[in-house]
Each structure stands twice: as C-alpha cells, then as structure tokens.
C-alpha cells in the first residue's frame, strides 16, 4: 500500500506570494492533519480534516488554511507568505478522526518551504 | 498549556552502545507515542502505548509508559548506524481529534566520530 504523498518536495517563494501544498493520505484513510514544522518550534498542529470537514485547527493565523475533497486528498494554503513561514509543512493521514490504537497518523515525507 | 520535556536534546552513539531517552509531561496522559524522523523524511511511528506501566517492544526498540502517565522511556539496545536520526516522543491525554497530540522537541542521535 502506497504511503502518504505530498507534492512538491521542496518549494523557494518570497514574501508576499502565496502557496497551495498537496497530500494524497494512504488509501483508505478518511482523515489528514497537517503540521508544520521548525528546528525552534518544534512539530506543531495546523488543522485537521475529516469528510471534508475541518474538525480542529492549531493556534495559527488565518492566512493558513487548507481544505479536503471527497477523495480525501488535502490541501493547505498560506498567503502572504512572510519569512517565518519558512518550514517543514508534514501532512498525517490517519483512518478515521478519532484517534487510538489502530488509528495513529502516517507522516508523509514532507514539503520544505522556503521563504526568500 | 501541556509541556513535553524531552531529554536528552542529543547524544552521540558508538556503534554497539545502548540508548536511553526519556520524555516527562506536566499532566497526565493516557496514550505515549515515539516516532523517529530520518533527515528529508516525515515521522513514523516507532511504537504505541496505552497503559500505564505497559512495556513494549518493536524489535531492539523498548519503550514504557510510566506509572505516574507523565512520562515515558525509550530504549535502543546494541545501537547500529542506521539508528542514526531524531526520535519525538509524543503524548495524548484525550482522544476527540489528531491535534491533540502533543510532541516533544527530539532526541537528536548521531555517530561518534
């Protein structure tokens, strides 16, 4: 069975663009998080989605936001992109929202965002 | 807020040592995860944890969650070089959404020169 995905890889923008960062979850799983992540913060939560459905977000501002379609492939937007945004942005599927043993999150490898 | 304490932040491994790190947590909690991150990769998930006092293996991987809930051990033995990596400790003191897990800053393990 084929791992979470996301696209692109690697990404250089300045500030002010925006950007739209994509994850295709392991088949069959109904839930995606999305996390971002920096070597002074640490992983941290962004928003969570289920039957797309938004059922939790993170404590960041709105210029991130994402959204799921009913094949439960996710994306997440940041606009007006400032330098801190430069980060590790993970996405996690998992198979259904609630989570517990048999319902842990698979990270995919990544979208590095750099902001210039 | 909650806190994770993750200790050590690093620490350098001769091929063939055993590892230990630990993650301590300022309330209780009633799920311990450890994931490993290799460089350019995303987090997997190393082993689980449920029940307070429940030891758990996944090859020369074993951790614990503690007695008390608020904190947890993870232990390498016979460490090899691919071993190498950021391994996060990550704790849940309630289910309801994936956001509410909260990870530790990472034990960095790397190869003595």
């Known amino acids: 069975k084929a791992g979470v995905t996301q696209t692109p890889r690697y990404l250089i923008k300045t500030r002010g663009q925006q950007v739209t960062l994509s994850c295709s979850p392991i088949?069959?799983?109904?839930?995606v998080s999305w996390y971002q992540q920096t070597p002074g913060q640490g992983l941290q939560f962004l928003f969570e989605y289920f039957s797309e459905t938004q059922r939790n977000k993170g404590n960041f501002p709105g210029r991130f936001s994402g959204r799921q379609f009913s094949n439960s492939r996710s994306e997440m937007n940041v606009s007006t992109l400032e330098l801190g945004d430069s980060a590790l942005y993970l996405c996690a599927s998992s198979l259904e929202w609630n989570p517990g043993p048999y319902n842990e999150q698979f990270f995919g490898p990544g979208t590095r965002l750099t902001v210039l | 807020g909650q806190q994770l304490n993750q200790s050590p932040q690093s620490m350098f491994i001769q091929e063939g040592e055993d590892v230990s790190m630990n993650c301590t947590s300022s309330?209780?909690?009633?799920?311990w995860l450890w994931y490993k991150q290799d460089p350019g990769e995303g987090p997997v998930l190393l082993i689980a944890l449920y029940k307070a006092g429940e030891l758990t293996s996944n090859g020369r991987l074993t951790a614990q969650f503690g007695i008390t809930r608020k904190d947890s051990f993870l232990n390498i033995s016979a460490s090899i070089p691919s071993d190498v990596g950021i391994y996060f400790c990550a704790g849940r003191n309630y289910g309801g959404s994936q956001g509410n897990l909260i990870f530790g800053k990472g034990t960095k393990l790397s190869v003595k020169p």
């Open positions: 088949s069959g799983h109904r839930s």
């Open positions: 309330s209780i909690f009633n799920t």
